[in-house]
């Protein structure tokens, strides 16, 4: 089967059973792309991966590497679109209905129920990050740290977050 | 503007109608560029609610948990959910065109580099400490939001719930939340109905 087709086909039936932020998947990729198609080995992916969560956006953007290993650039195009476009198409169906419900009594009263939920799921995101990655007791520190200060101060995060990075590069 | 202060009566959505298509993408591709570790969703908070107010705090939040709940990317549905709610299907593709410029060319350079070189880039170490700071942001959001969201014992203890549940012990989404949804509801409709909210 063509390489293009088998992206689409694993990403698109990923798209919309990616709960949780979407890092939910990634195992699966990693098994079918690496243990079943043999697109690329398991350091490769592992490397990826690295890559993705370094930089900024979602950590599923390693998928564009497996599809730019696969197939190319093209095959970079068609694991983003196929895993991001469904899910994206679904949140914008869900943000239309909810704007036709401006004014609307239950709205109130779901968006008040709702702010419970969004806290929760902010720290249990929180809390999976921490235990996503290898967080020795410098990096704990930095997290700490980071916490305290954009709590009590108006800082601009990214003054905090660029001193993250020079006292991990120093310790 | 100090955090304790609440953003006040901001006009309904945003002062002075909605903001441009190109407004709402440079706002975007600077919270793209700077999105690192997982932090998106309070760099959104941050720039949208409180710096720009063309959000109000509840509804920002309820599309944060409906963003949260929903399959893909936290940060990705949220662009797209504040992009369509201030300029409809055009305000999506500019929010997420935005917010997802950097990263793709960032990702896509950084792969091209390794797949030619065979190691990764040599900038790991300042970026994991980003990362653990990015964190530590996620974690000040959440407190943020908790103090305006949060006022009585019940919420606090859903939230709690799900945080542990979901993030400590990796309870599966939807029965945590067909749990906690039914007497978040319940709680707040008493609340409307006795007038507090």
Same mark, same amino acid.
């Given at each position: 089967?063509?390489?293009?087709?088998?992206?689409?086909?694993?990403?698109?039936?990923?798209?919309?059973?990616?709960?949780?932020?979407?890092?939910?998947?990634?195992?699966?990729?990693?098994?079918?792309?690496?243990?079943?198609?043999?697109?690329?080995?398991?350091?490769?992916?592992?490397?990826?991966?690295?890559?993705?969560?370094?930089?900024?956006?979602?950590?599923?953007?390693?998928?564009?590497?497996?599809?730019?290993?696969?197939?190319?650039?093209?095959?970079?195009?068609?694991?983003?679109?196929?895993?991001?476009?469904?899910?994206?198409?679904?949140?914008?169906?869900?943000?239309?209905?909810?704007?036709?419900?401006?004014?609307?009594?239950?709205?109130?009263?779901?968006?008040?129920?709702?702010?419970?939920?969004?806290?929760?799921?902010?720290?249990?995101?929180?809390?999976?990050?921490?235990?996503?990655?290898?967080?020795?007791?410098?990096?704990?520190?930095?997290?700490?740290?980071?916490?305290?200060?954009?709590?009590?101060?108006?800082?601009?995060?990214?003054?905090?977050?660029?001193?993250?990075?020079?006292?991990?590069?120093?310790? | 503007?100090?955090?304790?202060?609440?953003?006040?009566?901001?006009?309904?959505?945003?002062?002075?109608?909605?903001?441009?298509?190109?407004?709402?993408?440079?706002?975007?591709?600077?919270?793209?560029?700077?999105?690192?570790?997982?932090?998106?969703?309070?760099?959104?908070?941050?720039?949208?609610?409180?710096?720009?107010?063309?959000?109000?705090?509840?509804?920002?939040? *309820?599309?944060? @948990?409906?963003?949260?709940?929903? !399959? #893909?990317?936290?940060?990705?549905? %949220? &662009? $797209?959910?504040? /992009?369509?709610?201030?300029?409809?299907?055009?305000?999506?593709?500019?929010?997420?065109?935005?917010?997802?410029?950097?990263?793709?060319?960032?990702?896509?350079?950084?792969?091209?580099?390794?797949?030619?070189?065979?190691?990764?880039?040599?900038?790991?170490?300042?970026?994991?400490?980003?990362?653990?700071?990015?964190?530590?942001?996620?974690?000040?959001?959440?407190?943020?939001? *908790?103090?305006? @969201?949060?006022?009585?014992?019940? !919420? #606090?203890?859903?939230?709690?719930? %799900? &945080? $542990?549940?979901? /993030?400590?012990?990796?309870?599966?989404?939807?029965?945590?939340?067909?749990?906690?949804?039914?007497?978040?509801?319940?709680?707040?409709?008493?609340?409307?109905?006795q007038g507090r909210v």
């Amino acid at each position: 089967m063509n390489v293009l087709l088998q992206l689409a086909l694993l990403f698109g039936g990923l798209s919309l059973i990616a709960f949780g932020g979407g890092s939910g998947i990634l195992p699966a990729v990693q098994h079918e792309a690496v243990d079943v198609q043999h697109w690329l080995t398991g350091r490769e992916f592992i490397d990826f991966f690295a890559i993705a969560r370094a930089a900024p956006g979602p950590g599923s953007t390693v998928v564009m590497l497996v599809g730019l290993k696969a197939a190319g650039a093209l095959g970079a195009v068609v694991a983003a679109v196929t895993l991001f476009g469904p899910s994206s198409l679904l949140m914008f169906a869900a943000a239309k209905g909810w704007r036709t419900l401006e004014g609307a009594a239950w709205r109130r009263t779901a968006e008040a129920a709702l702010a419970p939920i969004a806290v929760g799921l902010t720290f249990a995101t929180g809390l999976s990050l921490l235990q996503g990655t290898e967080h020795g007791w410098v990096l704990y520190g930095i997290t700490a740290v980071s916490m305290v200060v954009l709590t009590v101060t108006d800082w601009h995060p990214g003054i905090v977050l660029a001193a993250g990075g020079v006292v991990s590069l120093l310790l | 503007m100090p955090n304790d202060v609440a953003p006040g009566p901001v006009p309904r959505g945003m002062a002075g109608g909605a903001p441009s298509l190109g407004a709402i993408f440079g706002c975007f591709l600077g919270i793209g560029l700077s999105s690192f570790g997982g932090g998106t969703t309070a760099w959104m908070r941050k720039e949208l609610v409180r710096k720009r107010g063309w959000l109000e705090e509840r509804p920002f939040l *309820a599309g944060l @948990a409906l963003c949260q709940i929903a !399959p #893909g990317p936290n940060g990705m549905n %949220l &662009a $797209v959910f504040v /992009g369509t709610n201030l300029r409809g299907m055009r305000g999506a593709v500019a929010a997420l065109g935005g917010l997802m410029l950097p990263p793709v060319v960032i990702v896509m350079a950084a792969g091209l580099l390794y797949l030619r070189a065979g190691t990764l880039p040599g900038v790991q170490n300042v970026l994991t400490g980003v990362g653990a700071a990015a964190v530590g942001l996620m974690f000040a959001n959440g407190v943020q939001i *908790a103090r305006r @969201a949060i006022r009585s014992a019940v !919420p #606090g203890l859903l939230a709690t719930a %799900l &945080a $542990v549940t979901i /993030g400590l012990l990796h309870a599966p989404l939807l029965p945590a939340l067909l749990v906690t949804f039914p007497v978040s509801w319940v709680l707040a409709r008493r609340a409307r109905r006795q007038g507090r909210v």
